[in-house]
């Protein structure tokens, strides 16, 4: 059974920067895409970013592009995400997902196994 963990999650200052993480087991984790999706309050889940399992192609949406940064580390099965100039609406439940496949997408039915997620506000 895959089991996702994230943390880092809190509350920061408009421009200031938290770090997520998001801790695998269970399977081979190397194999897996992994991605981050986010939920505000009243809203859709939302596609953040995914990465391939190597590490070395990866994908974000268009209101996070050049200030979040998604990695991996294969040896310690986690996948992170670092989170820069955030926002106000960046504010949201932020969730780490795996899928079966070597490279995922911004869809969610893409994503076999997701964690339980960490809220993430952001204040002015």
């Known amino acids: 059974q895959v089991q996702l963990v994230e943390s880092g999650g809190g509350l920061v200052q408009a421009g200031g920067s938290l770090r997520l993480s998001c801790a695998v087991s269970?399977?081979?984790?190397?194999?897996?895409?992994m991605g981050w999706f986010r939920q505000a309050p009243g809203k859709e889940r939302e596609f953040v970013t995914t990465?391939?399992?190597?590490?070395?192609?990866?994908s974000y949406a268009d209101s996070v592009k050049g200030r979040f940064t998604i990695s991996r580390d294969n040896p310690e099965a986690t996948v992170y995400l670092q989170m820069n100039n955030l926002k106000l609406e960046d504010t949201g439940v932020y969730y780490c997902?795996?899928?079966?496949?070597?490279?995922?997408?911004?869809?969610?039915?893409?994503?076999?196994?997701w964690g339980q997620g960490t809220q993430v506000t952001v204040s002015s």
């Open positions: 269970g399977r081979t984790f190397s194999s897996y895409a």
């Open positions: 997902a795996g899928g079966r496949t070597l490279w995922g997408g911004p869809r969610s039915d893409e994503y076999d196994y």
């Open positions: 990465i391939d399992w190597s590490g070395f192609r990866t």
